[in-house]
């Protein structure tokens, strides 16, 4: 059974930082493109940051220089590093594993991030 269980979240003020993990339970997680994506009250979900099987990362525009996304194979587990953070980075964030063999795509249940003074 493929889990994915996020932890790291919580309040922070301005300025402040949040690191936020992701457990991979049930998958290869070497086959996988992982990436975090966040979802504020009443809007879509969109992508924070990726990061291919070969360790290539991709950011949105918004997070670049404050972001940094990476994982570690021996724990099965993905990072954001959320540094500089800023009221609109307040949103529910989730993290992904999809595929690169089957295009299976795997969510996990959101972690909360508040940031406000």
């Known amino acids: 059974q493929v889990q994915l269980v996020e932890s790291g979240g919580g309040l922070v003020q301005p300025g402040g930082s949040l690191r936020l993990f992701c457990a991979f339970f049930g998958i290869n997680f070497a086959h996988y493109i992982l990436g975090w994506y966040r979802q504020a009250p009443g809007q879509q979900r969109d992508l924070v940051a990726r990061?291919?099987?070969?360790?290539?990362?991709n950011y949105a525009e918004s997070v670049k220089g404050r972001f940094t996304i990476s994982r570690d194979h021996a724990k099965n587990t993905v990072y954001l590093q959320m540094n500089s953070l800023k009221p609109e980075d307040t949103a529910a964030y989730y993290c992904d594993a999809l595929s690169i063999v089957t295009r299976s795509d795997y969510w996990g249940q959101g972690t909360q991030v508040a940031v406000s003074s």
């Open positions: 990061i291919t099987d070969g360790g290539g990362t």
